[in-house]
C-alpha cells in the first residue's frame, strides 16, 4: 500500500504528464423534426458537456446507467460521429472536427471494441478477411504477409491461428469477441474504447475476456476508456472512473476512492445496487432506492440532472448547475450537498 506522501506525490505529479486524449466540453445534440419540411423542433442532448483527460497506460472506466451518455461519448472519441460542441485531442492533435481523409492516418492509433460480437463481425467474412481488413484499408505490409500476421494475432487473443478459414458463426460469443479484439489489435492502436466489451457475453467467459484485455495492455502498453454499466466489471479493470447520469459526468475519481468514499449521492445509489456474495457485510451496507424515472434527454432538468431523483435536492439543486470541481486530491464531484465530504458552502 502507498504511504501518505507518495500517494500526495502521485496526485502532484499526475497532472504534469502530456493526457493521450484531452476532451473538453463535449457535446452531441440530435436535432428532433417533424412535418414534410423536417423543421427542427428539439434536441435530444445525448451528451452536453463532458470533459475528462486519459493518460498513457492507464484504463479510465466510464459507468452509469442506459441512455445516460456513454456509448455517444466513445463514438465522439473516435470521431465515428461529429461532435455538436467541445473539442477532442488525441496525441497533440485536436480531431474535433478533423476531415475524413486527414483523420483516416491517425485511426490506426485508437480503435473500438463493439459491445455486439454477434452484429459486429460480417457473417459473409471469414476470420482471416475480418482481422486482415484493416491491413487492407490502411495500405500496410507485412514482413511475412497478412496471412502470418493474422494468425499471430489470433494465437495472441487465445484462438486457434488454423481457424483463419472459418465464418464467425461457427464460434461461441466470446471467441467471436476475441475474433473483435483481434480486429481491433491488427493495426497496433495506442488508445482503445471498449464499448461493454463483456456485457453481452455470459457470465462465466465475461472474466476471461476481462483477464485478456489486462493482459494485452500489460503486454503492448495499451490505454483504454472501458464504457460499462456493470459497475464490477469496472472495479476490475479501471484505474480511473467516471460515473455519468444523463449526458454529463457526475463524479470523477481513482478506482478505490470512488468505490470506497462515493461523493455523489448518485455514485452512491449506484454502488447500493452492487451484490455483495459475502453475506455478512450486507447488513451493514444501506440500500438507497432511486424515486422516479430518468428524465428525457429532450428536455433535461434545468441545473443538477440528477434534482428530480435526488434526496438531498434543494432549490439551489433546481436553479444553479453544480461545476465539476476537485473535492479531494484527484476527486471531482459535480453537487452542491457532496456525500462523505465537510459541510460546503453549496454553490
Excluded at 423543421?39 to 442532448?45: E, H, L, M, P
Excluded at 463524479?251 to 476512492?257: G, N, P
Excluded at 450486507?282 to 428525457?296: A, E, H, I, N
Excluded at 435526488?310 to 476537485?326: F, H, N, Q, S, Y
Aim: proline share 8%.
Amino acid at each position: 500500500m502507498n504511504s501518505p506522501e507518495s500517494a500526495g506525490e502521485a496526485a502532484v505529479k499526475a497532472p504534469t504528464r502530456e493526457p493521450l486524449l484531452a476532451v473538453t466540453g463535449l457535446a452531441k445534440h440530435f436535432p428532433v423534426t417533424k412535418g414534410l419540411l423536417k423543421r427542427q423542433v428539439g434536441a435530444v442532448k445525448a451528451v452536453d458537456g463532458v470533459s475528462f483527460e486519459v493518460f498513457k497506460g492507464e484504463t479510465l472506466g466510464l459507468v452509469g446507467e442506459s441512455g445516460c451518455g456513454k456509448t455517444t461519448t466513445g463514438r465522439l472519441i473516435t470521431r465515428l460521429v461529429e461532435p455538436t460542441g467541445g473539442s477532442v485531442v488525441f496525441e497533440g492533435h485536436d480531431i474535433t472536427h478533423m476531415s475524413q481523409s486527414r483523420i483516416r492516418p491517425l485511426r490506426r492509433d485508437m480503435q473500438m471494441i463493439f459491445q455486439d460480437p454477434y452484429s459486429s463481425l460480417n457473417p459473409r467474412h471469414t476470420v482471416g478477411a475480418i482481422v486482415g481488413a484493416p491491413f487492407r484499408i490502411q495500405g500496410i505490409k507485412t514482413e511475412h504477409g497478412i496471412k502470418k500476421a493474422v494468425q499471430e494475432l489470433l494465437a495472441l487473443v487465445g484462438l486457434n491461428p488454423e481457424h483463419y478459414n472459418r465464418y464467425p458463426h461457427e464460434f461461441s460469443g466470446g471467441q467471436r469477441q476475441r475474433i473483435g479484439i483481434a480486429r481491433t489489435l491488427a493495426l497496433k492502436p495506442k488508445l482503445i474504447v471498449a464499448d461493454e466489451p463483456v456485457s453481452a457475453l455470459d457470465v462465466s467467459i465475461q472474466a476471461q475476456v476481462v483477464n485478456l484485455l489486462e493482459d494485452l495492455q500489460n503486454e503492448l502498453d495499451l490505454t483504454y476508456v472501458v464504457i460499462a454499466h456493470d459497475l464490477s466489471v469496472v472495479r476490475h479493470i479501471s484505474d480511473r472512473v467516471a460515473v455519468m447520469y444523463l449526458g454529463k459526468i457526475m463524479e470523477l475519481a481513482d478506482r478505490r476512492d470512488l468505490y470506497e468514499t462515493p461523493r455523489h449521492p448518485y455514485t452512491t445509489a449506484l454502488l447500493s445496487a452492487v451484490p455483495i456474495p459475502d453475506t455478512r457485510g450486507r447488513g451493514s451496507r444501506t440500500r438507497v432506492r432511486l424515486q422516479g424515472d430518468v428524465p428525457s434527454p429532450l428536455n433535461p432538468p434545468a441545473a443538477c440532472r440528477f434534482s428530480t431523483r435526488c434526496w438531498k435536492a434543494d432549490e439551489i439543486c433546481r436553479t444553479v448547475e453544480p461545476p465539476l470541481v476537485e473535492l479531494a486530491p484527484r476527486h471531482q464531484v459535480a453537487c452542491h450537498f457532496p456525500e462523505n465530504t465537510p459541510a460546503v458552502q453549496p454553490g
